[in-house]
């Protein structure tokens, strides 16, 4: 089937503007997972899914990074006024249901490069 | 908080030799998983292998297998008869055993191992 994909693979904004990535996971998946990329700071954690509730977001760095899930499938990542800092690898994965496949393993897309100007 | 550290940032084989990639970890959990990921230039993050912890047997799949040393907080991953398609960054990664049968799973990634393979 499907793998989880991400859109747009690559986006170059200007500083100051607002971006959001999309991720779509592999169906049926009912966890949703982001985590970010970068040089300096390695993979970091930014917020949890299950379902279209976010019970940890506990990664976000800043007010200015929030993100949705809506139908239980397509989530989104909004980063508003954009910060040179932001610049980073944007992962998405999601994790199927007990029962439906390897438990607690998480099965990545091929990342949003974002670049701020 | 639960920590993942590699300790080779760089490493290198030649084809069809064997390769061991370390990894440890800290954490106060008795029950946990511990991940191999592999993310070649593509940017894709492969899952390579995947173990419970409270499964004292070592987890293999095909040329990969890892050795679990749970009271030294060790996860090396072996990988054997290396391929030129197995160059890429090698991460470790933990994540905590969830509670109540929900699935979560928050993965705490290590810095990372770039594998180089010669020819």
């Known amino acids: 089937g499907a793998g989880v994909s991400q859109s747009p693979s690559n986006k170059v904004t200007e500083k100051g503007k607002d971006v959001e990535l999309r991720c779509d996971p592999i169906s049926g998946h009912t966890a949703l997972y982001w985590y970010r990329q970068s040089l300096g700071q390695g993979l970091e954690f930014l917020i949890y899914?299950?379902?279209?509730?976010?019970?940890?977001k506990s990664g976000l760095p800043s007010d200015r990074f929030s993100a949705e899930r809506t139908g239980g499938s397509v989530s989104t990542l909004t980063i508003q006024r954009t910060q040179q800092e932001d610049s980073a690898v944007y992962l998405c994965?999601?994790?199927?249901?007990?029962?439906?496949?390897?438990?607690?393993?998480?099965?990545f897309g091929p990342g949003t490069r974002l670049t701020v100007l | 908080a639960q920590t993942v550290t590699q300790s080779q940032p760089e490493m290198s084989v030649q084809e069809a030799e064997t390769v061991t990639l370390s990894c440890t970890y800290d954490?106060?959990?008795?029950?946990?998983?511990l991940f191999w990921y592999k993310q070649p230039p593509s940017r894709q993050m492969i899952l390579v292998i995947r173990?419970?912890?409270?499964?004292?047997q070592n987890a293999t799949e095909n040329r990969f297998s890892v050795n679990f040393q749970k009271a030294a907080k060790s996860f090396s991953l072996k990988i054997s008869d290396s391929q030129l398609g197995d160059a890429a960054m090698y991460f470790c990664?933990?994540?905590?055993?969830?509670?109540?049968?929900?699935?979560?799973?928050?993965?705490?990634f290590g810095q990372g191992t770039i594998l180089t393979v010669h020819p």
């Open positions: 899914f299950q379902g279209n509730s976010a019970p940890d």
């Open positions: 990664a933990y994540s905590p055993k969830n509670a109540g049968g929900t699935s979560y799973g928050k993965l705490t």
């Open positions: 954490t106060s959990e008795s029950d946990y998983y």
């Open positions: 173990q419970e912890a409270y499964k004292q």
């Open positions: 994965a999601s994790s199927p249901p007990p029962g439906f496949g390897p438990r607690d393993t998480q099965y």
